[in-house]
């Protein structure tokens, strides 16, 4: 099945505000089902995405390959899991930093369509051909 990148755009939008609150708050809470969302989009479906489905039944013009957005998802799970340890730990800069590094990530799939995970996935495709799927 094909990404549709309007939900993907919109994935990103709410990751933004979810990471944003969590370093506002200080919420391992909140970043522990931003985790979970980042999991299910690794291995799964995006939630946020299913979400933008529910509200636009319109198709997209154009679709994507959904094997880089899946590859960010999981860099997105890496940090997320990284912080979540630094909150659990009391190393509130490993949180805040692996927070905010993410949050960067989102925030600029989300305002400028630029996915920084999926620029990785296509940049190790090019250096290791069959490498990765």
């Avoid at 933004?16 to 479906?45: D, P």
């Avoid at 636009?56 to 999981?74: G, I, K, L, Y």
């Avoid at 630029?114 to 250096?127: K, T, V």
Wanted: proline share 6%; hydrophobic share 55%; glycine share 8%.
């Amino acid at each position: 099945m094909r990404a549709d990148p309007r939900a993907l755009r919109f994935g990103a939008a709410i990751t933004t505000v979810i990471l944003a609150l969590v370093l506002i708050l200080g919420s391992a809470w909140l970043l522990a089902l931003q985790t979970l969302a980042f999991a299910l989009g690794a291995f799964w479906r995006q939630p946020y995405g299913l979400l933008f489905k529910a509200l636009v039944t319109s198709s997209p013009e154009e679709t994507e390959d959904p094997r880089p957005p899946r590859f960010a998802q999981a860099v997105g799970l890496v940090f997320a899991v990284v912080g979540l340890v630094g909150f659990l730990t009391g190393i509130t800069p490993l949180a805040f930093t692996a927070t905010a590094a993410a949050l960067l990530a989102a925030f600029l799939n989300a305002a400028f369509g630029f996915c920084l995970g999926c620029e990785m996935y296509l940049m190790i495709r090019r250096l290791n051909p069959g490498r990765v799927s």
